[in-house]
């Protein structure tokens, strides 16, 4: 059964704590992105890998890290320098970069107490 | 770069109307525009996707149509039903390098009323 998984789905830290979301993908993908959304925002884009060992910021990088050492994994640190963290976090890949569906995780809601 | 502009931002239609929701892109050079899906508490679902060589898709009661010169496209649903309520939202991608991520516009909360 194919598909994009996120753990867990409800996650809940204390400020100051960097936390680490869990993003992997059996589809093969080489496109790996990971986009915040907020109540009324669209989907803002955090960071995106093309391919394995490689992966560019994007529009809200600041206060967030990322690694890509497997094609299946693209985890998602959230550290203390992200000044509002709480939100919902997806997980998405593709083929390929542009031009391509992009498949959706189920997110993970971070609250930062 | 590229930017998404998504209106209504609500919408609210009784069961069996239609609902067209209507985006504007910026990037002439911009040539996939998918539509998704989001159910509450889940991630977005491509429910149709349309490239810049076809002026209309159609997908069962789904439609979707594409105005290049005008750099407007819209998604259209044809009787609607009350598992259609959602957010809907749009996107844009433009061929190649870091031009190729899609752009989101800010998404439209439908509700079909029974």
């Known amino acids: 059964d194919g598909g994009i998984t996120q753990s867990p789905k409800y996650l809940f830290r204390k400020e100051g704590q960097n936390v680490t979301l869990s993003c992997e993908q059996n589809l093969n993908h080489d496109a790996m992105y990971w986009y915040r959304q907020d109540p009324g925002q669209g989907l803002r884009l955090i960071y995106y890998s093309q391919i394995v060992n490689d992966f560019q910021k994007g529009d809200i990088a600041e206060g967030y890290s990322v690694s890509r050492e497997k094609k299946e994994s693209f985890p998602l640190t959230v550290t203390s320098a992200q000044k509002n963290p709480t939100a919902f976090y997806l997980c998405a890949s593709s083929g390929r970069q542009g031009g391509s569906e992009q498949f959706f995780g189920p997110g993970t809601r971070l609250t930062v107490l | 770069g590229e930017n998404v502009e998504q209106h209504p931002s609500t919408l609210s239609v009784q069961e069996g109307d239609s609902a067209v929701i209507k985006c504007t892109y910026s990037?002439?050079?911009?040539?996939?525009f998918p539509w998704y899906k989001q159910e509450l508490g889940k991630g977005p679902q491509l429910i149709i996707d349309i490239r810049s060589n076809v002026g209309e898709k159609k997908d069962q009661r789904i439609a979707v149509t594409l105005n290049k010169t005008a750099k407007h496209f819209s998604l259209h649903i044809t009787e609607t039903q009350p598992e259609d309520s959602a957010v809907y939202f749009c996107a844009a991608s433009s061929p190649g390098g870091s031009q190729g991520n899609l752009i989101f516009g800010k998404g439209t909360k439908l509700s079909v009323k029974p």
């Open positions: 990037d002439s050079a911009s040539n996939y």
